[in-house]
RNA sequence: GCGGCCGUAGCUCAAUGGUAGAGCUCCAGAUUGUGGUUCUGGCUGUUGCGGGUUCGAGCCCCGUCGGUCGCCCCA
């Protein structure tokens, strides 16, 4: 039994969870991110710095045996923080990073949240201008629609942090009392109004009529990206939405939530600018924006739409149909296995009924069977189509361009 | 950290306080060298764990662990 909040991944899982590696990475790489990658492990004080003391209730920490108070990463950013910090002059900017990290959080596991999970995780780092929030939050669209998601199913919330800081710089708001203001706007849609307003104060009333019109509210830079998503063909997919400011101190700019249009699932990613962030935590000043997607909501979702990897007949199972010719059978697995790409070419170790090994290749949805018995002493197998139960009689040394040949006709059957 | 609901075979679930069962899966056979059907047979349990009540507990009570959903917190 796995520990409470973490996962086993069987064949099934795991097949399901690489997948959705495999588009993470493919449009990533389609958008010019690098992949990147760093320890799970980090010394405490990495997180502390960035979140204060009060994060380490939330974390897996430990001493090591040498004495090293360590933490299993809740996130990547300090470390791709730490890690740009360390060699930002090796890298021509803008740095378009990703990352695929596991990371850890001890909480008390609910619906869409565990103690692990893996985010992936893009970044900008070392471009102030707004293209940058625009590419970011196409690149967290296009990543949505590539596993078959539509403007039905998802809906980008964007906000302004900046805007609320203006906001309260024009009224004054002390610098204690501001992230009280942001927290009760971020708790604005969970709570009752009373509540919120209660928290809010004498702000109440022009804070409400902004959450209530979002277009009342001017955000030039809101304005600019959503032109520019336009420009991208992208309009239907964000919506002004001002309750977005996001838990975390360090946002500066432009932030979004991604949610399910059923409102089912809590957000399927998050992210923002945090320009500030990099210079509070070390030497180097360096505008950044970024965000993270988690495997577990977005899993739950794709399998409520019945998203799946796919898993067509590929491969070959040699079947041994006399036990005599064992040896000569694996002589063809080995030649099969150096001529085939990226396939599966598998028999049965013990001795079976013909019967039975057709039946695992069948379930494990094998496309050719190839049959060796006695005419092996000739050079002649049995190379069968699995899905049309067609057989013909192969020479040995034309196996895999006989194979490749039934392949085309398949493919030109469409 | 707090609260609701739930914990029986690998899985899904039954069993009035009275001898723990079924379906599916898995394995084997029917079928001696060619397929997902069918039929037959077989394996699997400290009823999550510990205590209590009772002549007797899967069932009732307490505790604990785990799951799940929510709260707190936070992405």
Redesign the pocket.
């Known amino acids: ?1 796995a ?3 973490f996962r086993d991944f069987y064949p099934a899982d795991c097949a399901f969870r690489n997948a959705i590696f495999a588009k993470w990475r493919d449009v990533a790489h389609r958008y010019g991110f690098v992949e990147y990658d760093g320890p799970p492990l980090e010394p405490l004080d990495l997180f502390t710095k960035k ?1 204060g003391q ?1 994060i380490v ?2 974390l897996y920490n430990f001493t090591d045996k040498g004495e090293r108070e360590v933490a299993l990463r809740p ?1 990547m950013t300090p470390t791709l923080a730490r890690l740009v910090t360390a060699r930002h002059k090796d890298f021509k900017k803008p740095l378009k990073w990703f990352s695929i990290p596991q990371v850890f ?1 001890y ?7 565990l103690r692990e999970h893996y ?1 992936f995780n893009c970044d900008i780092i070392g471009e102030a201008g707004l293209e940058a929030d625009i590419e970011l939050i196409a690149l967290v669209i296009d990543t949505l629609r590539a596993f078959g998601l539509t403007e039905k199913d998802f809906v980008v919330r964007l906000s302004d942090r900046q805007f609320w800081t203006d906001f309260m710089n024009e009224r004054n708001v002390p610098e204690e009392e501001r992230y009280a203001v942001i ?1 009760a706007i971020d ?1 604005s849609e ?2 009752p109004r009373e509540k919120t307003a209660e928290k809010l104060g004498r702000l109440a009333t022009e804070v409400f009529a902004i959450l209530d019109d979002a277009g009342s509210a001017k955000s030039e830079r809101l304005d600019t990206v959503e032109t520019g998503l336009r420009y991208r063909g992208l309009p239907d997919y964000v919506k002004r939405d001002f309750t977005v400011v ?3 101190a360090y946002y500066t700019g432009v932030v979004f ?1 991604v949610f399910d249009r059923s409102g089912e699932f ?2 399927i ?2 992210g923002g600018r945090y320009d500030n962030l990099l210079k509070n935590l070390g030497e180097v000043d360096l505008p950044a924006l970024g965000f ?1 997607m ?1 495997d577990v909501v977005l899993g739950e979702i794709l399998k409520g739409n019945g998203w799946s990897p796919h898993h067509g007949q590929s491969g070959v199972y040699v ?1 041994i ?2 036990e005599d010719y064992r040896a000569q059978a694996m002589k063809i697995v080995q030649e099969l296995r150096l001529q085939i790409f990226d396939e599966a070419v598998d028999y049965s170790l013990q001795p ?5 090994q ?2 695992t ?3 494990r ?1 094998f496309e050719f ?1 190839v ?1 060796v ?3 092996v002493t000739d050079g002649i197998v ?1 190379v ?4 049309t ?1 067609q ?1 013909t009689k192969v020479a040995i040394e034309n196996v895999y361009s006989h194979l490749m040949e039934k392949r085309g006709e398949r493919y030109r059957r469409g």
Do not use: H, Y
């Not at 909480?107 to 949240?113: F, M, N, P």
């Not at 079976?352 to 039975?356: D, Q």
């Open positions: 039994m520990l409470p909040g979140s009060e209730t939330q996130e959080r909480e008390r596991q609910q619906k869409g949240r985010q927290q708790k969970r709570e996001r838990g975390l939530e809590r957000a990613a998050g993270g988690g079947v149909a006399d079976s009924k013909v019967g039975k057709f039946q290749a069948e379930e949805v069977a049959v018995d006695s005419q049995e069968k189509v699995l899905a139960r057989q």
